[in-house]
């Protein structure tokens, strides 16, 4: 399709989706831009370095206390697990198997995105990373003077990246806080640029609370209300948007599929899927995903989600997602998917813990919150995520 086709078509269906802004009911704080990069020339001319820095701020245990444990009977017996063609061909010791959980004892488990042996196809199907829902994940690259740093990002939009704000931006130090330059590499799974490419960065946006350093926040910058940020970028020298290649994903707001549960303690929890590229896991070059239930932290002001996992540094920014995969077809006489089952994204990697053996991550929760209490941003959806993404599909239509 052609490029300037497309940009009109999608600018005609952003305006109308603009229509309603009246709704919103809090214009509290706003977003800011970078304005657009002076770095935009194609991807490609310049060399990621081997050895990239991660920006993932670490919290004190003490940062951020979780609700009393809930008491529960102990398993009795020693628990044990048999050895499977996988362990025998590597030699691993049977005890030793996929991480379960860490020092804070919340379960996850965290494996790379990909297969071990292909079965009997080789189609696209069979190969989950350059595959649909996990190919809309990447590998984020941002650079500031001569340093190069690494998180990761997903896409919500044709031409637009949800990730966190600190992998863009420097908290507080407002018009001296933007990254030079950010690249975007979807469905990363080496060294090199990937099966699609590279995409650069034209805006970078975050929330104004965040970029004047007034965010509420259990430590300065880390664990707090609004580390999300929106990143809109440039088509490929084929003209075409990142999303037009590898898709994207929907993203939800205010508890979107969480739900208070009395069998797990009354807290009001949710199951996340994790994606992301921690730099210590393959050398941060392989995604990685992190299956765990996750829990809503409400601290004052301050509103937050927690998971067991033990993602590291790189994957910041990565998306937290919800129902995950392709939905069967069923015979709803006899089964149901329950209630708010469509895949979206919930929040995305902000903080992990300084002790690397605590194996737990937290996002800000996307929704309202004490800056951002506004009910609908324009067709948007609420709070925090939704006036993030109105005021950047009304900047640049085209992306979205």
């Not at 081997?50 to 444990?69: C, I, W």
């Not at 994606?275 to 409400?298: C, E, H, I, N, S």
Request: glycine fraction near 12%; charge should be positive.
């Amino acid at each position: 399709m052609n490029h300037a086709f497309k940009s009109t078509a999608r600018a005609v269906v952003a305006a109308t989706c603009l229509i309603g802004v009246g709704a919103t009911t809090s214009l509290a704080a706003g977003t800011v831009s970078s304005g657009e990069l002076k770095s935009s020339s194609s991807a490609g001319e310049v060399a990621l370095p081997a050895n990239p820095q991660n920006k993932m701020p670490l919290a004190s245990m003490e940062a951020f206390v979780p609700d009393a444990q809930v008491r529960s009977p102990r398993i009795r017996g020693a628990s044990g697990v048999s050895l499977s063609s996988e362990s025998m061909a590597s030699q691993e010791l049977a005890t030793e198997g996929a991480e379960a959980f860490g020092k804070a004892r919340v379960p996850y488990t965290t494996v790379r995105v990909a297969v071990r042996s292909l079965g009997t196809s080789t189609t696209a199907a069979m190969t989950p990373v350059t595959s649909y829902p996990f190919r809309p994940t990447g590998k984020l690259w941002a650079r500031w003077g001569d340093s190069w740093f690494v998180c990761t990002a997903s896409l919500v939009k044709p031409s637009v990246l949800i990730t966190a704000a600190h992998c863009i931006f420097e908290y507080g130090r407002k018009s001296n806080g933007w990254a030079d330059e950010v690249r975007f590499i979807p469905a990363n799974y080496n060294s090199d640029t990937g099966p699609y490419g590279s995409f650069t960065a034209r805006d970078l946006r975050v929330p104004t609370p965040y970029y004047r350093g007034r965010d509420t926040c259990s430590q300065r910058g880390v664990v707090c209300n609004n580390d999300l940020a929106t990143v809109v970028l440039n088509a490929n020298a084929s003209s075409d948007y990142a999303g037009d290649i590898v898709g994207w994903y929907a993203y939800g707001w205010n508890g979107y599929s969480y739900t208070p549960s009395k069998i797990l303690g009354s807290k009001t929890v949710v199951h996340i899927t994790q994606l992301g590229y921690p730099q210590a896991f393959d050398g941060g070059y392989q995604m990685q995903r992190t299956d765990a239930v996750g829990w809503y932290l409400k601290d004052g002001n301050l509103k937050n989600t927690q998971i067991g996992s033990a993602q590291t540094g790189g994957s910041s920014g990565g998306p937290w997602l919800v129902n995950l995969g392709v939905k069967a077809s069923i015979d709803t006489s006899e089964a149901s998917f329950g209630r708010k089952s469509a895949q979206a994204v919930v929040g995305v990697t902000s903080y992990g813990w300084i002790d690397k053996n605590i194996n737990r991550q937290g996002a800000s929760y996307f929704g309202q919150n004490k800056q951002f209490s506004g009910r609908d941003y324009g067709g948007y959806g609420a709070g925090n995520i939704g006036k993030i993404m109105y005021d950047t599909c009304r900047s640049h239509s085209w992306a979205c």
